[in-house]
């Protein structure tokens, strides 16, 4: 069975910075596409990263220099480094695994529970 | 970076009744790439729909999608009480994903 379960979140300070795990089951990490998506209290999901299963990495404007996304293979988990927080980084922070196959689909098919983070002084 | 507009932003509606929800692109979007989402309070979001048409594993026939290019559709055809959620569509391409702002499907 695929599981995705998030940790790490938490209330941390302006300026500060935090690690989020998104440990998997159930399927491995490094022979997938893996992504952190965001939600901010009553609003939209942001997709803000990708790491590819060859190790390539991207990231939405919004947090790109600041965020870094990265994975260990032998504990089978994804992690989000987030540094130089901002109030507007406060929301739910999900994982989720995509199926990609090029020009066929693109979709994310399991998801996290999700953990918040909360940056407020 | 392709911007995604859904419409409307709030539908109110009864059980039984049918639901038309709009995703419309800034640029063209692969229907490969085009994907629906379902949100209840508290949940993560549950794939519904690849592939602009494609439904997920155990996802009820009474939801369907279509469209092409920059308008795609996301239809319920006898909405249960189930369905009242909030929904989202998502595109990928060249390496970065967009998600529309979300339809929030309420009971009238």
């Known amino acids: 069975e695929v599981q995705l379960v998030e940790s790490g979140g938490g209330l941390v300070q302006p300026g500060g910075s935090l690690r989020l795990s998104c440990a998997a089951s159930?399927?491995?990490?490094?022979?997938?596409?893996m992504s952190w998506v965001r939600q901010a209290p009553g609003k939209g999901l942001e997709w803000i990263s990708v790491?590819?299963?060859?190790?390539?990495?991207h990231y939405a404007d919004s947090v790109k220099g600041r965020f870094t996304i990265s994975r260990d293979n032998s504990k089978n988990t994804l992690f989000l480094q987030m540094t130089s927080l901002r109030a507007e980084d406060t929301a739910v922070y999900y994982c989720?695994?995509?199926?990609?196959?090029?020009?066929?689909?693109?979709?994310?098919?399991?998801w996290g529970q999700g953990t918040l983070v909360t940056v407020s002084s | 970076e392709i911007v995604l507009t859904q419409s409307p932003g709030t539908l109110s509606l009864s059980p039984g009744e049918g639901a038309t929800l709009s995703c419309r692109a800034s640029?063209?979007?692969?229907?490969?790439?085009l994907a629906w989402y379902q949100q209840k309070p508290g949940q993560a979001p549950r794939l519904l729909i690849y592939?602009?048409?494609s439904r997920a594993t155990g996802i009820p026939d009474r939801f369907s999608g279509s469209g092409s290019g920059t308008d795609f559709t996301l239809t319920i055809s006898r909405l249960e009480p189930e369905d009242f959620a909030v929904y989202f569509c998502?595109?990928?391409?060249?390496?970065?994903?967009?998600f529309g702002q979300g339809t929030k499907l309420e009971i009238k």
């Open positions: 989720a695994r995509e199926q990609y196959a090029s020009g066929s689909y693109s979709y994310f098919d399991y």
């Open positions: 159930g399927f491995t990490v490094s022979g997938t596409y």
């Open positions: 790491i590819y299963s060859g190790g390539s990495t």
């Open positions: 640029q063209s979007v692969s229907s490969s790439y």
């Open positions: 592939g602009a048409s």
């Open positions: 998502q595109q990928y391409g060249s390496s970065s994903y967009s």
